[in-house]
């Protein structure tokens, strides 16, 4: 699934092809709409959104998306308002009940340059957004049922150029500040951010008269300014209360609270900062958006801890991924369940009194949408009970309770964050009032110590409702560096499951702090629904009764490490059955805790016992020195003095498999495999060269065998030598990659530890790992490193059901296909000149049709020695569901399973 920043990316370069579009409606309508689809990431044909349905009573609707949507094309030149009278018969024509497609819940009318979005059933007198095409990468988010009907869009106006500009003027001189020392670092932060507050109080009406600018005026008039006693004099004014000292320019200062001025900072600026600031303060701060604000300044503020600037905003509609399942529905559903004016009153005390909770809040981004949408929640209830009042003929109270400011909590263990996150909150509650009514006061500022500075998984979460967030992505193998052995060995004692990647634990609290009933979203590294990762975070929350209701599988994460995650919502111990399950925007049946298809609580693969020893990592040398130059191996084989082709041998690496059109070899290197240093002396050129260039490095390190051994390599994988011995030929695939790329390993070779080797020298054997099956389940069971393949022996060949053909006939089928298609693989690679990657790169474009149909005859052949339909070879999602259900079968006892019994191996 795409992410926000994915979206924006393709938006920017379809913004750019029809900006100059001057042409008709009929001309160019489908082709907008298909790209326009396809932006995010959608297929108009395969969604099942219609060109040109045609209804008696309404006539032709440019494209209709049952149930979904209904988009009406205008010429460039039409005026949007002429597209009113048949948007609305579109709309009320476009339910049928007789087969139980309701009403499009989204209306679209657009021109090419601009776009008006309708809810026409629960807003019917304007549209919720309104934009110029050019405005669409930054609107995009208001067009999100586009990527899938399941995905709530968002409607707010982010401005996010102005944003980011205002932020990069307060950047530049914070920066100052802190470059030259100008106070301790602590008072520059808390200085900041009490001159942001001020900016956006005084454009809200906050503090009248404009104090701030004021006195930053009045200051760039004096030839020595002394900022630290001016403003300094104003952050103490909103700190105190009453109204003595308020005079002058400071006469409309009101006493500010909610901690924010306790600590009133003193900093002196030089007439460049205070230029700085005033640049700053001429921005409209009312359109500032706070969550984009919030990331701009946790990058600023953290600058040691963080990312460069705004590398880790996290756009809405991602946020909206946790937010909406695990709040923004279940009240939605709620809401308009409610039948009764006592229903919606009895509903809206529950709903105020609703607590929220970011274990790892950050700069309060998720915080700041979550009360967002709570309030528009609160909103619709609060119309909704009038409307239902007066239809039934009741009074409406006149003294209705709202959501609470106070009911957001949050955790982060940077000061920092916390700081930020709780201006983001604040500066967010007055934006609410102008868009949802009046809440508590917004001064003085709410007591947001509910956000607290801390380190989460050391202490006590509050009792909340909901729990969402964002966790941090730190990888185990990263841990030891950035934590430290004393809190690694705090980690396992505590939560008794060994060392993982930073975010498990967060899963794994957050569940145990739920209660029955309570939901909970959180985004991770894809790693939570893989290998022992998962066992210890999504398994163990099915296994304790959670219900995975909603969940993105995978997709890239914002920032530079280009990290990809997963975004996982789920509800602990249901009282009721949950009815639907989305994943990755499709409906399904249920999602398992490895995220993919399939019952709620459904079976996960397990290890078959007759796949063992049959797939093996290559070799670790440990020791660079081992890799010699091609003169060097071939001066040594040339040498007479001894069988050097025993120790020097060629040396294939994953990227040698994917980009050489020979799949060959492109180094050498010295293995002495189980040798003795007695038997490896028969050796001397070779052994020289590992003295000198591996002992030295084998001598540092902590393994004991390792250097005792520094001869050998040092993971020799006795195991893959012992297996693939008697072999004529073995089987190797690059363990990290975008597809599986295998190729035929000649006995003299040695692939290295990027790759994996499967201990099979026949066709057959080859064709299976070929197939589609196979690669199918390569995708669903393995890891996933920075979206590409990850292919681990022990949660894909391990669990992998192999077929028992049931005569000779099929397995002759499989073995002579595989034949062809490698026969004629090779033959277009060397013809052609281009590897693997290349070669099927094309493939996939459309070329090179005969080996298309070479691969597809495969399929049906493997599909067929499962004795499947020829229907299901080339569906990876019925692929998966069937070899999941054979494992099954095997794991239980309801199948004899001895694949290798007749295949040669």
């Not at 019917?124 to 095409?133: G, H, Q, S, T, Y």
């Not at 009406?205 to 006195?215: A, E, K, W």
């Not at 030295?696 to 993971?715: A, D, I, M, S």
């Not at 006939?809 to 693989?825: C, F, I, K, M």
């Amino acid at each position: 699934m795409r992410s926000g920043l994915e979206i924006q990316a393709a938006l920017a370069a379809f913004v750019a092809k029809w900006g100059g579009y001057t042409g008709s409606e009929k001309a160019e309508a489908q082709t907008f709409l298909n790209e326009l689809f396809a932006c995010y990431g959608s297929d108009r044909g395969e969604i099942g959104a219609l060109f040109e349905d045609f209804t008696e009573s309404a006539g032709f609707m440019d494209l209709h998306w049952p149930g979904v949507l209904i988009v009406e094309m205008k010429a460039p030149n039409v005026d949007l308002a002429k597209a009113a009278e048949q948007r609305q018969r579109y709309w009320l024509e476009s339910s049928n009940p007789e087969e139980d497609v309701q009403a499009a819940r989204w209306v679209v009318a657009c021109n090419f340059r601009e776009f008006e979005v309708w809810e026409p059933g629960r807003f019917p007198k304007a549209p919720r957004a309104r934009f110029a095409l050019d405005e669409l990468p930054d609107r995009y988010d208001a067009l999100l049922f586009l990527q899938s009907e399941t995905i709530e869009p968002v409607f707010a106006e982010h401005r996010r150029e102005l944003t980011t500009d205002a932020a990069r003027h307060i950047a530049d001189l914070y920066q100052s500040l802190a470059d030259r020392g100008a106070a301790p670092i602590d008072e520059i932060q808390r200085f900041t951010m009490q001159v942001v507050w001020c900016l956006f109080a005084e454009d809200l009406g906050m503090l009248d008269g404009y104090p701030l600018q004021s006195t930053i005026l009045e200051l760039l008039s004096q030839p020595d300014p002394d900022s630290a006693r001016d403003i300094g004099y104003l952050f103490e004014l909103l700190n105190q209360k009453g109204d003595h000292n308020r005079k002058g320019r400071y006469t409309g200062t009101r006493y500010v609270n909610g901690e924010l001025f306790a600590r009133p900072a003193k900093v002196l600026m030089s007439k460049d900062e205070l230029e700085h600031l005033r640049r700053a303060s001429e921005f409209d701060w009312r359109a500032v958006d706070p969550t984009i604000f919030g990331s701009l300044m946790e990058g600023i503020l953290g600058d040691e801890r963080r990312e460069r600037l705004g590398a880790h905003y996290t756009h809405e509609a991602d946020i909206m991924k946790i937010v909406a399942p695990t709040i923004v529905r279940p009240w939605r559903d709620r809401i308009d369940a409610a039948a009764s004016p006592a229903e919606c009153r009895a509903l809206l005390d529950e709903l105020c009194a609703f607590r929220v909770l970011d274990p790892a809040c950050g700069c309060g981004n998720f915080l700041y949408v979550a009360y967002r949408e709570l309030r528009a929640l609160e909103y619709e209830l609060k119309q909704r009970y009038a409307r239902l009042a007066a239809e039934q003929g009741t009074p409406v109270e006149a003294d209705l309770p709202y959501y609470p400011l106070s009911n957001i909590r949050g955790i982060d263990i940077e000061r920092v964050a916390v700081m930020v996150a709780r201006v983001t909150l604040w500066m967010g509650h007055r934006q609410m009032v102008e868009r949802f009514g009046t809440a508590e006061p917004v001064l003085p500022l709410t007591d947001l110590s509910g956000i607290r500075a801390i380190d989460a998984l050391q202490s006590d979460w509050p009792e909340v409702d909901a729990i969402i967030g964002n966790p941090p992505f730190l990888g185990s193998q990263l841990l030891r560096a950035s934590l430290g052995d004393g809190y690694l060995k705090w980690l396992s004692s505590t939560f008794g499951i060994g060392i993982k990647d930073l975010c498990v634990y967060w899963f794994r609290k957050a569940h145990d702090h739920l209660k029955p009933g309570q939901r909970a979203g959180l985004v991770g590294t894809n790693s939570v629904s893989q290998n022992t990762a998962r066992g210890a975070s999504l398994e163990y929350i099915v296994e304790q009764g959670g219900v995975i209701t909603d969940a993105v599988s995978s997709q890239r994460w914002p920032g530079d490490a280009k990290v990809h995650v997963s975004l996982v919502n789920w509800v602990k111990q249901p009282a009721e059955p949950v009815e639907r399950f989305v994943l990755d925007g499709d409906d399904v049946p249920g999602i398992t805790a490895s995220l993919r298809d399939g019952l709620a609580g459904g079976w996960e693969p397990q290890t078959l016992a007759a796949n063992k020893n049959k797939c093996f990592q290559g070799p670790i040398p440990v020791g660079k020195g081992f890799i010699v130059t091609k003169d060097e191996a071939k001066g040594m084989l040339a040498d007479d003095s001894a069988d050097y082709a025993r120790v020097v041998r060629p040396f294939l690496t994953s990227d040698d498999i994917a980009s050489r059109p020979d799949q060959s070899p492109s180094r050498w290197i010295i293995d002495f495999a189980q040798m003795s240093l007695e038997a490896a002396v028969r050796f001397p050129a070779a052994l020289s060269i590992v003295r000198e260039r591996v002992k030295p490095f084998r001598e540092t390190v902590r393994r004991e065998n390792h250097r005792l051994r520094w001869w050998q390599y040092g993971e020799p994988r006795v195991s893959l030598r012992k297996a693939v011995a008697p072999l004529t030929r073995s089987i190797a695939v690059g363990a990290h990659a975008k597809r599986l790329n295998l190729t035929w390993l000649d006995p003299w070779t040695l692939a290295n530890n990027a790759n994996m080797v499967f201990a099979f020298d026949d066709d057959y054997s080859m064709g299976i790992l070929l197939s589609r099956a196979h690669d199918a389940w390569a995708w669903a069971q393995s890891s996933t490193l920075k979206g590409d393949l990850r292919y681990t022996p022990t949660t894909v060949f391990a669990t992998f059901p192999w077929p028992d053909p049931v005569t000779d006939d099929q397995r002759h089928a499989v073995a002579s296909a595989a034949s062809a298609l490698y026969a004629r693989r090779s033959e277009l690679c060397r013809e052609h000149s281009m590897g693997l990657t290349a070669l099927y790169n094309l493939m996939e474009d459309g070329g090179f049709r005969d080996l298309a149909a070479l691969h597809r005859e495969l399929d049906v052949a493997v599909a067929t020695a499962y004795g499947w339909p020829a229907s299901v070879a080339q569906d990876p999602t019925e692929l998966v569901r069937r070899l999941t259900d054979l494992n099954r079968q095997i794991v239980q006892r309801e199948r004899a399973y001895d694949p290798f019994r007749a295949s040669g191996a």
